[in-house]
């Protein structure tokens, strides 16, 4: 899980990165492109964590299904720390 937690703030990081340089250079073609995998490789990553997890944020993607899950499931870092012992 840690593993999955790094490459997640990783692809993040990235796509902040890209982003503030776009709203420099709207123009730049390769950092569009960059930005394109970057956001679909991190929501890919996001989408594997929440299925074997449960959910890292509420914004946008709240659990109308089972709404329960998102108060009694672990956090993701409760579940770190019972990894480590």
């Known amino acids: ?8 703030q990783v692809y993040q990081f990235c796509a902040i990165d890209l982003n503030l340089f776009l709203d420099n250079y709207p123009d730049n073609t390769n950092a569009k492109e960059d930005y394109c995998r970057v956001s679909a490789k991190l929501k890919e990553l996001i989408s594997q964590y929440e299925k ?7 914004f946008g993607s709240s659990y109308i299904e089972n709404p329960e899950k998102w108060i009694n ?6 579940n770190m720390y019972k990894e480590d012992k």
């Open 52 to 58: 074997e997890y449960g959910p890292l944020t509420n």
């Open 1 to 8: 899980m840690n593993d999955l937690l790094n490459s997640i």
């Open 73 to 78: 499931t672990p956090w993701p870092w409760e």
